[in-house]
Antibody
């Protein structure tokens, strides 16, 4: 079964850091590009970051550029999001999602909640 | 950035109704348009990819159409399990962007 499981969320103070992980199983992780998408409480979906299969191509939303870093370890079947200089507005559920051949996002993980608050 | 605008933002419908949700892109996105369903507290689920292709396992009452800037998601006969929020999304160019969502509620 294809599965993505996020972890690492929690409560952090403004200005703090957090590292999210996404463990992949049931497919050949190294041949797929991956993404992070977030959803603030009661709000819509916001794409955050993309990383290609070999990590050679990376994109970020303007809202996180310079503060967040996406990475992956194909040997460990894992995706990461290092989040620094966190702000109140980064409070959200963070989902990892695989990008298929036609750029569709499937599947998605169950999400991990990040709360930025003093 | 490409802006995605969905309409309506919410709608009330009855079981068995035909429901149509529209999505407009601020510039042409060819067919790089996707539809997702999200139920409360759950992760989004892919319904339609490249505008009109039905994702495996998704009931045939869901269909998508359109190209360029105007797209439509249709539910031919609304079922109780279809009450949810629906999002369109473009993957034509970075940054990938989502519509604001359409909440489908029970009338």
């Amino acid at each position: 079964e294809v599965q993505l499981v996020e972890s690492g969320g929690g409560l952090v103070q403004p200005g703090g850091s957090l590292r999210l992980s996404c463990a992949a199983s049931g497919f050949t992780f190294s041949i797929y590009s991956m993404n992070w998408v977030r959803q603030a409480p009661g709000k819509g979906l916001e794409w955050v970051s993309y990383i290609s299969e070999s990590s050679s191509t990376i994109f970020y939303a303007d809202s996180v550029k310079g503060r967040f870093t996406i990475s992956r370890d194909n040997a460990e079947n894992s995706l990461y999001l290092q989040m620094n200089s966190l702000r109140d507005e980064d409070t959200a559920v963070y989902y990892c999602a695989r990008a298929e051949s036609m750029r569709e996002l499937v599947p998605w993980g169950q999400g991990t909640l990040v709360t930025v608050s003093s | 950035d490409i802006q995605m605008t969905q309409s309506p933002s919410s709608l009330s419908a009855s079981v068995g109704d035909r429901v149509t949700i529209t999505c407009r892109a601020s510039q042409s996105i060819s067919s790089y348009l996707y539809w997702y369903q999200q139920k409360s507290g759950k992760a989004p689920k892919l319904l339609i990819y490249v505008a009109s292709s039905l994702q495996s396992g998704v009931p045939s009452r869901f269909s998508g159409s359109g190209s360029g800037t105007d797209f439509t998601l249709t539910i031919s006969s609304l079922q109780p399990e279809d009450f949810a929020t629906y999002y369109c999304q473009q993957s034509y160019s970075m940054p990938w962007t989502f519509g604001q969502g359409t909440k489908v509620e029970i009338k």
